[in-house]
């Protein structure tokens, strides 16, 4: 486990469980409707169509990302819901959390070894 400022661990709060229904969630709500994704430094940028039930799902999944991985930054574009715009979020983190990013674009990408361990 590392330390950010002293104060803000790198490290997921879930427990095993609590981890595999995360995933199992996400597999079933965000990552399908992933449009594109990319690297960014120290992070991932994922492009979503702006559709109200989408946006709904972005949203909760960063309210419960955020809650068990404090360590990440989640940036959501754009703020209004009445854009045409594509939704892009746009995940951040210190340079030793990439173990984590990693674990999502395994998820994305369907990650064979992932699949099998849910």
């Known amino acids: 486990m590392t330390k950010i400022?002293?104060?803000?661990e790198i490290a997921c709060t879930l427990n095993d469980e609590e981890f595999r229904e995360r995933r199992?969630?996400?597999?079933q709500t965000i990552i399908p409707k992933i449009?594109?994704?990319r690297r960014v430094k120290n992070g991932l940028s994922l492009a979503f169509a702006n559709a109200p039930d989408t946006r709904s799902d972005v949203k909760?999944?960063?309210r419960l990302e955020k809650?068990?991985?404090g360590f990440l930054t989640f940036?959501?574009?754009p703020v209004s819901h009445t854009s045409d715009e594509a939704i892009i979020v746009v995940i951040t983190g210190p340079p030793d959390a990439t173990k984590f990013i990693d674990i999502f674009i395994g998820l994305v990408e369907g990650d064979a070894d992932d699949q099998n361990a849910a």
Not at 24 to 27: G, Y
Request: with cysteine; aromatic share 10%.
């Open 60 to 62: 909760e999944f960063i």
């Open 67 to 69: 809650g068990c991985c």
């Open 5 to 8: 400022d002293d104060e803000i």
């Open 35 to 37: 449009l594109k994704y």
């Open 75 to 77: 940036e959501l574009s």
């Open 24 to 27: 199992a969630l996400a597999r």
